[in-house]
Structures are given as C-alpha cells and as structure tokens.
C-alpha cells in the first residue's frame, strides 16, 4: 500500500479528497484525513475509499432518468409545434398557392376560403380575395367590350 499512487497523493496534501486508481484498475474516490494521538509522534492517516460507479450510481441513474424526459418533452414539443404551424400558417400558405394557381390557369372565380382573421396570414388572404374579385371584374368588363 505503500507504493500506492493515492498513499503518496495523501502524505502530500495531508487531507482531503482525491480520484486515484485501486485494485484492478478500478477508479476510486479517497477521502483521507489525519489522526492525532498521544500514543504517536506521527498521524495515524484514517482513509475511506468507495469505487467511483458506485460513489455516483444514484447521480447517473437520475441523469439518465432526467435525460430521457428532457428528451421526451423536447419531442413533444416540436410535435406541439409543428401541429400548431400546420394548423395556422400552412395550411393557410397552401390554400393561397393553391387559389394563385387556380387564377393563373384562368379559373377567375378562385377564392382561398380563409376566414380573415386579425393576423397577418388572415389579412393576407383578404387581400388576395379582393384582388381575385378585381381580377374577374376586369376580366368581365373585358369580355363585355
């Protein structure tokens, strides 16, 4: 035990804490500490050491625990949000692309059937609304002449 890297570690900084390797090259946690007697010029050193994985079993298992709902509440999250964006930005993108396309192939009578809601996206497809309405008035003031 003498020629142990933690004995050396310990007369070295008298006492404390140290991570040192033990029997079959298994990582330990040392605590170490002098006593002091009558009986004795020099210290009796007290040592207490426990293997690392188990000095930290309990930290790893609630890390691992703590990891795993992280994980699943980031998931959810970004299920939350890509329901949301779907449901009120997408779906509304694609009803105007689809209504553009309808006018660029003639079909003057294409609307969106969006509800112009107060957001920008609402204001958006009102717009687009009335200037497909423009579009088929000329159209028929055109057809008129």
Do not use: C
């Not at 003498?2 to 310990?10: D, K, L, M």
């Not at 992280?70 to 970004?78: E, N, R």
């Not at 009120?88 to 112009?116: E, H, N, W």
């Amino acid at each position: 035990m003498v020629n142990h890297p933690a004995f050396r570690e310990i007369l070295t900084q008298k006492t404390g804490v140290i991570e040192a390797l033990g029997d079959g090259d298994r990582s330990y946690i040392y605590a170490f500490s002098p006593l002091h007697s009558s009986f004795r010029k020099e210290p009796v050193y007290i040592i207490l050491g426990i293997p690392r994985s188990l000095a930290f079993a309990d930290s790893d298992r609630v890390l691992g625990r703590n990891l795993s709902l992280l994980g699943i509440v980031a998931l959810a999250a970004m299920l939350a949000a890509w329901s949301v964006t779907d449901l009120f930005i997408m779906r509304q993108v694609k009803a105007m692309a689809k209504t553009s396309k309808r006018l660029a192939a003639g079909d003057m009578s294409a609307r969106t059937g969006l509800k112009y809601g107060s957001g920008e996206l609402g204001q958006l497809a009102k717009t687009f609304d009335e200037m497909a309405s423009a579009l088929e008035q000329r159209q028929g003031e055109r057809d008129r002449a």
